[in-house]
């Protein structure tokens, strides 16, 4: 008779990359922050209380059962629009755009909230309609309206980047749960001129565009993005060591955010850099493992959009740092500074943890004659 664990392994590398987080975060923030504050820690105090509220997150997804979102998702999902329609109307400006809601003095990201919703609603929406998905009217329409609204209302803010992640990790999802090929094509056909004119309509993406594909260096545009690539340089194979970083001396935007992966590679070289890049990979293998053996197929779509989501982020916030990307403004997970980011990522991770401890990946043995808990089917299951 058993009852089974969590996935410890990837609740290790997770809360791994949140220790990480704070010796790189106050060593890419401190000179930012005595530039702006005189206070050396202004940035680290307020990452670590939201590195706990984030551990929180995760024990809080880690302890729901995984199907209540199957009831939930579209609610939330509701109410994650209304969020975003009243950012649009009511939210304050910050750097050119409108994607925060504040009270006091506290902020909240809405499109973060709404990326995580939707997805978790797709999951729920391919299991009820399962074969039906196929159907043109009736499965794949009615899938896409709710994409798109949420695309719209983050693309209004203006979000490029979160806006694109949100249409590749939906259909992504939606690929996965069995939509034809065909109408995922026809769309991604139709999607493309559409997100070339939001470019070209907005002269400052279209010279960052322009900039990047002819690597040119000069200029405001992509000032951010050569600096990065110079931490890397000054890191070589080792590294400089850990707060001996030049670029984080008000020489890289965003050292702290966007662009901490540049100072891990300058501080902790190739070595430290492919090192994050490698538990990022453990946390993709276990979470598509996970999917591979939930016992539903909601559980199995959940894990593969939280893995994807996580895994995503990661490459392309490397990609940015490394040159690879034109500057995207999406933070690394669990690295980076932020709040609403790190907060649903924590809690997406939670729930991930909760899908492992319904398959039969960890066993735990117990003795024999004692009473056997209902199985998982029976959806009295618990996480331990």
């Known amino acids: 008779m058993q009852k089974n664990h969590i996935d410890i392994w990837l609740m290790v590398a997770v809360l791994g990359l949140m220790v990480i987080s704070l010796g790189v975060v106050y060593s890419a923030s401190a000179e930012w922050a005595y530039a702006r504050y005189e206070n050396q820690n202004h940035y680290i105090d307020l990452h670590a209380i939201k590195i706990l509220l984030s551990i929180g997150a995760l024990f809080a997804g880690l302890s729901i059962p995984y199907r209540v979102y199957k009831k939930l998702a579209k609610p939330a999902l509701i109410i994650a629009i209304a969020f975003l329609a009243v950012t649009l109307l009511l939210g304050g400006e910050t750097k050119g755009a409108v994607r925060w809601l504040h009270y006091g003095g506290l902020g909240f990201q809405p499109s973060e909230f709404a990326k995580f919703t939707l997805l978790f609603y797709l999951c729920a929406l391919l299991t009820v309609k399962g074969e039906t998905i196929r159907d043109l009217k009736k499965g794949f329409i009615p899938a896409m309206v709710w994409v798109g609204i949420v695309t719209l209302l983050v693309m209004l803010q203006p979000n490029f980047s979160t806006a694109a992640m949100i249409i590749i990790l939906s259909i992504m999802i939606l690929f996965v749960g069995g ?206």
């Open 179 to 384: 939509v034809r090929f065909s109408h995922l094509t026809a769309t991604m056909g139709c999607l493309i001129p559409v997100l070339a004119g939001y470019i070209l309509i907005a002269p400052y993406r279209l010279q960052r565009m322009k900039l990047f594909m002819q690597s040119r260096t000069n200029g405001r545009a992509n000032y951010q993005l050569w600096q990065g690539m110079i931490g890397f340089g000054n890191g070589g194979i080792f590294g400089v060591g850990p707060g001996e970083s030049r670029q984080r001396d008000l020489f890289l935007p965003e050292s702290y955010n966007d662009f901490v992966y540049s100072i891990i590679g300058e501080e902790y070289g190739f070595i430290g850099a492919v090192f994050i890049l490698a538990v990022f990979l453990f946390i993709m293998i276990r979470g598509y493992k996970i999917a591979k053996n939930a016992k539903d197929d909601f559980g199995r779509y959940l894990a593969i959009a939280i893995t994807g989501t996580i895994t995503l982020y990661a490459v392309v916030n490397a990609c940015v740092a490394l040159g690879i990307f034109p500057t995207t403004g999406l933070p690394m997970p669990f690295i980076s500074y932020g709040g609403s980011a790190l907060l649903m990522t924590a809690f997406g991770a939670g729930v991930l943890l909760n899908i492992s401890a319904y398959t039969d990946m960890h066993p735990r043995i117990v003795k024999a004659g004692t009473a056997m808990e209902p199985p998982p089917s029976a959806e009295l299951g618990k996480a331990y």
